[in-house]
């Protein structure tokens, strides 16, 4: 679905719709093949979707509007402006302007599904919704695993107090990987494995740190820490 824009709204739409990608349909009513583009452009874009936002311009309708779109560079109808971030990123108009070339147009700007997925995750996390959070994660890992995706699975990890399962995520990270997110982290699982050190520990930890040379002591902690 579409909106149309107004000479009343326009700031409103613009500014209720600054977070998304906006693709400013211009078009004439009167011309067949505006409308049938139209009509093939309107079922991609979601009615009130959370990333893209489909603004109709209809240049007969409201005539005040040519000299703003001939400024923002369109010479022929139809025509679709792609703007991103309060900037214009792109123009489609004559020979360009086609179905396929739009269908390309919101490949680029409309998030993968494993994004999309990562994002819920992290709002779940955020509510504290960690059940939620760790299902949403798998699935944006097992379309694409990527560091900082694995990076919001150890957060979880950590707040279910696996600590294991964390370190080994936080142990597999790369380097290009090891933001301040990893550090946060890291010194989390730190203070975490402290607190949750038995007397037993301890005490072996400070008698390998006597003598390392002492491999009784030195496998009594490998049971302990596995």
Do not use: C
């Not at 959370?50 to 603004?55: D, R, S």
């Not at 179905?99 to 490949?107: G, M, Q, S, T």
């Amino acid at each position: 679905m579409s909106l149309e824009l107004t000479p009343e709204n326009m700031q409103g739409v613009f500014d209720e719709n600054a977070g998304k990608a906006m693709l400013l349909f211009v078009y004439s009513a009167q011309d067949p093949e505006s409308t049938k583009l139209l009509q093939a452009t309107e079922p991609l874009v979601p009615e009130s979707g959370p990333y893209a936002v489909l603004i109709r311009i209809d240049i007969d309708a409201h005539p005040e509007f040519q000299q703003m779109v001939v400024q923002w560079g369109v010479r022929s109808v139809p025509s679709v402006i792609v703007v991103q971030k309060g900037r214009i990123s792109g123009l489609l108009q004559a020979e360009q302007a086609t179905i396929e070339n739009i269908k390309k147009v919101l490949d680029q700007v409309m998030p993968k599904t494993d994004e999309i997925d990562a994002g819920e995750a992290k709002t779940a996390l955020e509510k504290g919704d960690v059940k939620t959070a760790l299902l949403k994660i798998n699935a944006a890992i097992a379309a694409n695993d990527k560091p900082e995706y694995q990076l919001v699975k150890a957060d979880i990890e950590l707040r279910n107090n696996n600590l294991n399962a964390a370190k080994k995520i936080l142990d597999a990270i790369p380097l290009e990987g090891q933001d301040s997110y990893y550090q946060k982290l890291k010194s989390a699982l730190e203070l975490a494995g402290k607190a949750a050190k038995s007397p037993d520990v301890e005490k072996l930890e400070e008698e390998y740190e006597k003598d390392p040379s002492d491999k009784g002591t030195a496998k009594k902690l490998a049971v302990k820490y596995n």
